[in-house]
């Protein structure tokens, strides 16, 4: 079995910038890459509803996890894992 890979929509928060919807990707819960929601999906009640529901994600946060994934070679962007659910990659990414 490979690690196992999620994600949700949650609000991204950058400094000096309006709050970002977001899709969070984690692997086995750690956050390690975003998307910002395109145009089309930023009235979407369900979006925005499942990111209400979660804590909101800081830039620092996201980088410092990204950081610590890569030291641990465990980033699935960067290093060749066995994953459980490929398909859970970002798109420009996925298998």
């Given amino acids: 079995m490979g690690y ?8 991204y ?6 709050p970002s919807l977001a899709k969070v990707y984690y692997i086995e ?3 390690y890459e975003f998307d910002i929601v395109e ?3 930023k009235n979407d009640l369900t979006i925005i509803k499942e ?3 979660n804590k909101r994600l800081k830039s620092e946060d996201i980088f ?8 641990e ?3 699935p962007l960067l290093f060749e894992l066995e994953i459980e659910n490929p398909e ?3 798109t420009d990414y996925a298998a």
């Fill in 51 to 53: 990111a209400d529901s």
């Fill in 88 to 90: 859970e990659l970002p």
């Fill in 39 to 41: 145009e089309n999906q």
């Fill in 73 to 75: 070679m465990m980033h």
């Fill in 4 to 11: 196992k890979l999620s994600s949700n929509y949650r609000w």
């Fill in 13 to 18: 928060i950058a400094p000096k910038e309006t």
């Fill in 29 to 31: 819960g750690i956050p």
């Fill in 64 to 71: 410092k996890k990204s950081d610590y994934l890569i030291a």
